[in-house]
């Protein structure tokens, strides 16, 4: 009879998260083909997209064949990197300054990659650790503000950036690896309550600064603005309000089959801005229509279903909490990447999973499913690197 460690390891691969991130791989492929392929420079954006794939393909095996367990403990380490990664931009030379945002890393003029996009996962693995080492009850006082100090060196870089999209994702992740490590409900209200408190005095201070000094300090009017259209969305419908205006129209000339691969008129005739990144959904919905968005969604269900069952079948909390961490990091991206463009969130600048352009961001999401593998794999006690 032969025993598991013996059975080939591809035998031990979740096929089914496999093919359905293919799937999507694909299908954003072709969108961003299609996005870029009438704009000044497209064919390279599109060869860049699939160098951003073949490089996260590689980051993909070596976190699949990479033991996940060996990051648990290494809490100290992996915070430290964390505050390195997200401060890399601040440092003189090295950064680059884009939408407003200093939070790419350049070297002679050249960006590089988003530092936040892997800090992600560095967040992910430290709040894993620290998580896991509660054994499934987080209810003293002092072990939720020790994970709260733990999540608010990476926040609190971010959002001096300023990067306020990024930094609710981070926050999004954290809530969903306390829901599944145990955190007690009534500290979910606490923190929940303490949070709009924080924000409604951080929007209070950042009016009197900005009056005190002549210039914005801490929330770019920017930022006021998109969140003033998500309040009245045809308040300045030329400028702050030009995005969601053309990305509605887009999705709603669609219909129900959509105009055809390459036959979107808001992209071709420029009135959808930034089709490829954070407007891809729009692009995907004018060209296939309401059934195209079903499909879609139909893949990202099945990206849920897969993960969820990972996150369950694992032998110990801290790969749950990692699997736990990806689903809620890319559930908020999907829900406020598409909510942004139908009216139902502010828009914040995050890309679709999968779909956008971005390489960083592409290595990252891929890199995230080599952990689901690893976590998969290891349940059957299959060692790794």
């Not at 209810?139 to 930094?167: N, R």
């Not at 691969?261 to 229509?289: C, K, M, W, Y």
């Amino acid at each position: 009879m032969t025993r598991v460690n013996e059975r080939p390891r591809l035998w031990f691969v979740n096929w089914p998260l496999v093919v359905v991130s293919i799937l999507l791989l694909a299908a954003g492929s072709v969108m961003v083909q299609s996005a870029t392929s009438g704009m000044t420079g497209g064919s390279a954006l599109f060869q860049r997209q699939l160098l951003g794939i073949g490089l996260g393909g590689v980051f993909m095996i070596g976190a699949w064949a990479f033991d996940y367990r060996k990051f648990q403990g290494w809490t100290g380490p992996l915070l430290i990197l964390d505050a390195l990664l997200i401060l890399s931009p601040k440092i003189p030379g090295l950064g680059s300054t884009v939408n407003g945002a200093t939070s790419w890393l350049a070297i002679g003029g050249i960006r590089l990659f988003q530092p936040s996009e892997p800090a992600k996962i560095v967040t992910i693995l430290v709040l894993a650790s620290v998580i896991a080492s509660h054994k499934g009850s987080i209810d003293k006082p002092s072990d939720v503000f020790k994970l709260v100090g733990i999540l608010a060196v990476p926040l609190g870089l971010i959002l001096v950036q300023p990067d306020l999209g990024t930094g609710m994702v981070f926050v999004a992740i954290a809530a969903g690896m306390l829901l599944i490590g145990g955190l007690k409900p009534r500290w979910f209200a606490i923190l929940g309550i303490s949070a709009a408190l924080l924000v409604g005095a951080l929007f209070g201070l950042n009016s009197v600064l900005d009056k005190a000094l002549g210039k914005d300090v801490l929330i770019k009017q920017y930022q006021i603005d998109r969140l003033m259209v998500f309040v009245d969305e045809t308040r300045d419908p030329l400028g702050a309000g030009y995005n969601l205006k053309q990305a509605k129209i887009a999705i709603g000339s669609g219909e129900f089959s959509g105009k055809g691969l390459g036959s979107s008129t808001q992209t071709n005739l420029r009135f959808l801005p930034n089709p490829h990144t954070d407007f891809i959904f729009a692009v995907t919905a004018e060209e296939f229509g309401f059934f195209g968005v079903i499909v879609l969604l139909g893949l990202y269900l099945a990206l849920l279903v897969a993960s969820l069952s990972i996150s369950a079948s694992s032998r110990d909390l801290f790969g749950s909490l990692i699997a736990a961490g990806l689903i809620a990091m890319w559930i908020f991206q999907v829900l406020e990447n598409i909510g942004m463009q139908i009216g139902l969130m502010p828009i914040t600048g995050i890309p679709l999973p999968f779909m956008s352009f971005g390489s960083s961001f592409m290595v990252t999401n891929m890199f995230g499913i080599g952990l689901l593998l690893s976590v998969w794999t290891r349940r059957q006690g299959i060692p790794g690197i």
